[in-house]
């Protein structure tokens, strides 16, 4: 940014471009974060049990938000299907008995 642009902005838009330019910068620190963390998982592969994921490994404090979400997911999933599981069972039993 210019001289004159700096004089021409208004306190608004300054603060805008001063967010934009912050956002800007932390997708870019996390986009080197995340390939920071390919590259560290890529060496130690072959040495980890199988099924260990990037994020066993390492996990962004952006990232545990969504990793939580996704667990409560699967648990509710899990649970769905259990009980559909034994209300199928429950149908075939009935079946048997009459």
């Avoid at 648990?75 to 008995?97: G, H």
């Amino acid at each position: 940014m210019s001289f004159d642009e700096f004089y021409y902005l208004t306190p608004r838009s300054f603060f805008n471009a001063v967010n934009g330019q912050r956002k800007k910068e932390d997708v870019y620190s996390k986009e080197r974060w995340i390939m920071t963390r390919e590259i560290m998982f890529s060496a130690m592969k072959p040495y980890l049990p199988e099924g260990t994921e990037k994020t066993d490994i390492l996990v962004f404090q952006w990232e545990q938000k969504q990793l939580q979400k996704d667990k409560e997911i699967k648990a509710l999933t899990l649970v769905e299907d259990i009980e559909k599981m034994n209300a199928f069972w429950e149908r075939q039993d009935a079946v048997k008995k009459s």
